[in-house]
């Protein structure tokens, strides 16, 4: 017998099919077994519920049974309508039933011993009847309230999660939260196998929700909060804390749409996929440049989505007219789509989730936010800046090309962004407001980009009729002019370089001036040095002579001197001539 | 199944005007709650309604689809449909006291 290899058992699972939360619990909650939903009054408990019922029966071919103890039949089918289900026609279709249990401790007395079979006879009826496959009970705790003998009521609790499971029902008991507990009667001790907890807070006046899994038997899931909304569409859960860096990158290169910033990325533009940040103060030109770039795309045929937070959609295409765009024929064409909402219109997360919505139903090329720094009136700036990080890995996942605008403000340094993102951005551009000599001029320059030789130049930047244009600015002595400045600079400076050459021409011209003088003063002294040199040689000739003479002379005397007898020599030889 | 005692003058002071007790006692099988509670009814009733009540057991066992109408959920429960309004009585009736008050037979 061939030894098979030990089947790992894994926990099957039932899709819940809300968005995200699938993918957090890795593939849904514990199929046939029930699952605690527990957070505070308002949190979306019943919603939740609702839904997993909705999706069950639409998506996965799974009947439902809701039962509610708090809300009426006609508020239940009044808040799935507000989700876009018709529950009367689901429960027509067989597809969902539900059943109002309603108890009134007021109407109820208690003689003696009782269980709650009743309940399980109406759960199992219904379940029955449409085959259900999943049951919600929301809130079962209404059962405390409602009758006075609370060991009964565990002790029935404790059998309805049993029968409910040997039922092989998929099923969410709903619980209000407690002051020390999860839930105010404890259900958590019942269900063991997956707890859920919902939050709804407010911070500055703005409500985030959240979830988070508390426990998940025999299963790994995602352990953070996640930030989730309730919308026309459901529950969105955003999923998308963790993606990695692993996505691809493109080689390929946009043109900015303005040809001279171009050439200071090497003359190829930004990175397809990229994300670009263009910080400034304000008035420096963010938004224009944001729009040409915008503009540059659907010239290229692209989509671009265009989220305003401080404009309306109008107000931009006016402004952006002024400067030689047509934004207006994009918007036309169907290219370019602008989103216009204030920040603090809803919480962050709403505003993520609009972004992942309008991108997936858009499917642009090119993001642009303008401006990031409106969303930190939403949310802290360690919220604003998860939120970023979430939404840029999700562009770079879509390879979409971002653009942020950024608003700074000089207190807080240039060379940084309110919102501390400054890592996640691959290429910076830094538009400075320059004031000098009772004017005002924009300067830019690139911060930083990555993967690409980029100018370290500070150019002007200068809005015209027709665009955006950069001009080399005026960098000379240690000083940056721009402007009228600059003109003047130059012009004083084209001035003062002809004085120059003047004066070096003059220069010149005395100084082979002095070189003349002084060869005439060589040619002087030769001429000097010579005559002498002629006198040296006429002295030496003479007293050549001179000698010569003298010598003759002294001959002639030593010749005279032979012949004279007197002379001593001579008488010596004399004598001794006689006595031989 | 239905129990009924409405016979005419076993109780000479019944007057012609007043009503007929309508009970109803919901049970789940022939539990040993469900024959304590009927008992300890039939007993009460006896005593203190002879002659003007009728009890209904219903066996949610074999009719699941009623417990819903009478918004049942602890069984057994004893509801009293006439007259009325309606009051719900929870448990195996064995304290008579309460389930005089309960029924409005005798204030509490």
């Keep these: ?101 309603y108890i009134e401790r007021t109407e109820i007395e208690e003689t003696g011993a009782y269980d709650l079979e009743g309940l399980f006879i109406r759960l199992g009826s219904a379940i029955d009847a449409i085959k259900a496959k999943r049951v919600v009970l929301d809130t079962i705790e209404a059962l405390f309230a409602g009758l006075s003998n609370a060991a009964i009521v565990r002790a029935e609790l404790r059998r309805l999660f049993h029968w409910l499971k040997a039922r092989g029902v998929t099923a969410i008991v709903t619980g209000e939260s407690g002051d020390r507990l999860l839930t105010r009667y404890g259900l958590e001790e019942y269900v063991a196998d997956c707890v859920i907890l919902l939050d709804f807070r407010i911070d500055a006046q703005i409500s985030t929700r959240r979830l988070r899994i508390i426990k998940y038997r025999g299963s790994s ?71 040409t770039f915008a503009d540059a795309a659907c010239r290229r045929g692209e989509r671009c989505l265009y989220f305003a937070f401080e404009e309306s959609p109008s107000q931009i295409v006016r402004n952006m007219g002024s400067i030689g765009l047509d934004l207006n024929r994009w918007v036309k064409k169907g290219l370019l789509r602008f989103h216009s909402a204030r920040p603090s219109l809803y919480g962050l997360e709403m505003h993520l989730l609009t972004f992942h919505k309008l991108i997936e139903q858009f499917a642009p090329q090119v993001f642009v936010i303008d401006p990031i720094s409106n969303l930190t009136a939403a949310g802290t700036a360690a919220e604003v800046k998860s939120i970023l990080t979430r939404l840029i890995d999700y562009l770079k996942m879509k390879q979409i090309s971002t653009f942020l605008t950024d608003l700074t403000h000089l207190q807080s340094g240039l060379e940084r962004t309110s919102e501390e993102i400054s890592s996640l951005i691959d290429t910076w551009i830094l538009l400075r407001a320059i004031e000098r000599n009772g004017e005002r001029n924009r300067g830019l320059y690139v911060l930083k980009s990555r ?83 002629e006198e040296v040689h006429l002295i030496a000739d003479e007293e050549r002579k001179r000698q010569a003479v003298h010598t003759e002379s002294r001959l002639a005397m030593a010749r005279f001197r032979e012949g004279k007898p007197s002379e001593p020599p001579a008488k010596r030889v004399k004598k001794r001539g006689k006595g031989a | 199944m239905k129990v009924g005692s409405t ?10 005007t007043e009503p007929i007790w309508n009970l109803r006692l919901y049970v789940a099988g022939q539990t040993q709650k469900s024959i304590t509670a009927f008992a300890n009814l039939k007993k009460i009733c006896d005593e203190h309604l002879a002659g003007k009540y009728r009890i209904e057991v219903i066996d949610l066992v074999k009719n699941p689809q009623l417990a819903k109408g009478d918004q049942i959920i602890a069984l057994p429960t004893l509801v009293r449909k006439l007259p009325e309004p309606i009051k719900k009585i929870i448990g195996d009736l064995a304290n008579t006291e309460r389930v005089l008050v309960g029924l409005d037979i005798r204030s509490a």
């Excluded at chain 1, 955006?468 to 004083?492: F, K, P």
Aim: a negative charge.
């Design chain 1, 221 to 291: 899931h995602g352990a953070d909060e996640y930030p989730f909304l309730i919308d026309e569409g459901g529950f969105s859960i955003l999923p998308i804390t963790s993606l990695g860096l692993d996505y691809p990158v493109a080689t390929e290169r946009i043109a900015t749409g303005v040809p001279k910033l171009d050439a200071m990325f090497d003359g190829k533009g930004f990175y397809r996929g990229s994300t670009v940040l263009v910080s400034g103060t304000a008035g420096t030109g963010k938004t224009s440049l944001a729009a």
């Design chain 1, 451 to 533: 993967g690409m030789d980029h100018s370290n130049q500070i150019q002007e930047f200068v809005l015209t009729h027709q665009g955006i244009d950069l001009i080399d600015i005026y960098t000379g002595l240690g000083e940056v002019l721009t402007g009228s400045a600059r003109v003047a600079q130059e012009a004083g400076e084209r001035a003062a370089e002809l004085a120059c050459r003047r004066e070096a021409e003059r220069r010149l011209r005395e100084q082979e001036r002095k070189r003349k003088a002084l060869e005439t003063k060589i040619a002087a002294l030769r001429a000097a040095f010579d005559e002498e040199t």
């Design chain 2, 7 to 16: 016979g005419k003058g076993k109780k000479a002071k019944t007057d012609a």
């Design chain 1, 1 to 101: 017998m061939v030894k098979k290899k030990r089947e790992v058992v894994v926990l099957e699972k039932c899709p819940t099919g809300i968005k995200g939360l699938d993918e957090i619990t890795r593939g849904g909650l514990p199929q046939g077994r029930p699952t605690l939903v527990c957070g505070s009054a308002g949190c979306g408990k019943t919603l939740f519920a609702m839904e997993f019922l909705m999706r069950g029966a639409m998506q996965f071919g799974e009947p439902g049974v809701f039962m509610t103890f708090e809300e009426t039949p006609e508020d239940l089918a009044k808040n799935f309508i507000s989700l876009g289900f018709d529950l009367h026609d689901m429960e027509s279709r067989g597809l969902i039933a539900t059943d109002h249990v």
